[in-house]
């Protein structure tokens, strides 16, 4: 079987030699250099590796050996792909190597065009539209998770990323790689959005006409997400306790309480300012732009929501000082659990969890969306606030039981049923 080896060659005037790859086979011999150099004392000539593992590429992104290891792979995975159809030529074997060294560069390849990286790179810039708008900062903050999702199966697969190879087999490939990792269902199926995404601008800017993202079996993943909300009476227990002893805990409740009748994701919740406070005949409002979606949004100020503007009138927005995601998140599970929010059972994935450790900032909107739909407010309306397109998304979004339903149906015949009655009556 022919052999992968790597050599230095002479010293440039710098002190360091470049690292070249040899492969002979069938009386045919490739040389291939791709840009990465050492000095000599650092070589293993031995091993054809450098005696650090630490040792780094010119961009500082990945490990010399690790690369070189990946080159051999490459190599000998082209040999054994062509041999079937007869001796392949050194060109040919090159354009392997030379697809896979595109994924460890940011600058395209003059000689082979963009690359699937240098796409995503714009995608992750801004410089890719979508319909002529900019997209959202969380857009691109999703892209560049999706980027580095990417570069790490890249190396720890030893799977080369490009146009071409974004087949049936990566998409498994890339599926048990993430579960490993110990990522979700849904966090999985936004990665492969957004793999499908930049292949259809690839497909579209003639990039390539590889078209195997677009089968059916290449599905985006997904799984109903199973979460809590807050009832009415929930929401009024923990607004009533008292944290006066706990300030961070304080502030922190009265930001979700306000929230859980605002129906603000806590991005916007944290940014609202003086100026989305207004006065509308009489009545406040909040009206803001919202990050995600970019619609705008009018809400009006619930009387809880009133009492937590007067409490902190002394702040421009007369609400308490936001603070990290995480740190809210932790904050909200300790305050529910002193308000005596600990009922278990409340989802069947996790029935032995007390209900304050299934609380987290997206549990307010879940509470504000469930509660209004559940006192008939129509939903229609409240998707205007929410910003559900779609009646199937929004009713995959509010958390109504069984139970929940049951009971609905039953007012709701009681109140038929009563109303017959004085029909009859009169």
């Known amino acids: 079987m022919p052999e992968v080896k790597f050599y230095l060659k002479k010293p440039e005037p710098s002190g360091k030699s470049l690292i070249f790859l ?7 011999v490739l040389v291939y250099a791709f840009g990465q150099k050492t000095l000599p004392k650092d070589w293993n000539k031995a091993k054809q590796r450098l005696k650090s593992n630490k040792a780094t590429t010119e961009d500082g992104n990945h490990s010399i050996n690790d690369l070189l290891d990946n080159l051999e792979k490459v ?10 159809k007869g001796v392949p030529s050194p060109d040919t074997l090159r354009k392997y190597l030379s697809n896979f060294m595109s994924q460890n560069h940011n600058d395209d390849d003059p000689q082979t065009g963009p690359t699937l990286f240098s796409l995503i790179e714009d995608f992750m810039s801004g410089k890719v539209k979508h319909r002529g708008q900019e997209k959202k900062h969380a857009t691109l903050a999703n892209y560049k998770t999706t980027y580095n999702h990417l570069r790490d199966f890249a190396v720890k697969e030893r799977y080369p990323v490009t146009f071409d190879s974004i087949n049936l087999a990566f ?7 993430l579960r490993k990792k110990k990522l979700g269902t849904n966090t999985i199926g936004k990665y492969l959005k957004d793999i499908k995404t930049f292949m259809a601008e690839a497909v579209d800017r003639d990039l390539t006409l590889n078209h195997q993202f677009r089968k059916k079996k290449f599905v985006v993943i997904k799984e109903e997400t199973d979460a809590v909300y807050l009832t009415e009476r929930e929401v009024e227990k923990l607004f009533k306790h008292d944290f006066s002893d706990d300030k961070k805990l304080e502030s922190t409740r009265d930001l979700f309480v306000a929230a859980c009748w605002l129906g603000l994701r806590y991005s916007d919740l944290s940014n609202i300012k003086a100026e989305n406070i207004k006065n509308i005949s009489g ?11 970019g619609e705008t949004v009018i809400i009006p100020c619930h009387q809880t929501v009133l ?4 409490k902190y009138g002394n702040n421009k927005n007369r609400l308490p000082r936001a603070i990290s995601n995480q740190k ?19 989802l069947l994935a996790h029935p032995q969890s007390p209900l304050y450790d299934l609380v987290s900032s997206h549990t307010a909107r879940r509470s504000f969306a469930t509660n209004y739909y559940l006192q008939g407010f129509p939903s229609m309306e409240l998707r205007m606030i929410t910003g559900h397109r779609t009646e199937t998304s929004f009713m995959r979004y509010i958390k109504v039981s069984k139970l929940d339903t049951a009971k609905r149906l039953s007012m709701h015949n009681k109140k038929n049923w009563s109303e017959k009655l004085m029909k009859v009556a009169s």
Request: aromatic fraction near 18%; charged fraction near 30%.
């Open 22 to 28: 040899k492969f002979k086979y069938s009386g045919l």
């Open 75 to 84: 190599c000998r995975h082209a040999y054994h792909s062509e041999i079937p």
């Open 171 to 177: 998409y498994d490939r890339f599926i048990d790689f």
């Open 283 to 293: 009545e406040l409002f909040i009206e803001m732009k919202t990050q995600k979606t």
């Open 307 to 310: 009492k937590i503007f007067e």
């Open 328 to 346: 809210y998140n932790q904050y909200i599970k300790e305050a529910c659990k002193t308000a005596g929010l600990i009922e278990t059972g409340r």
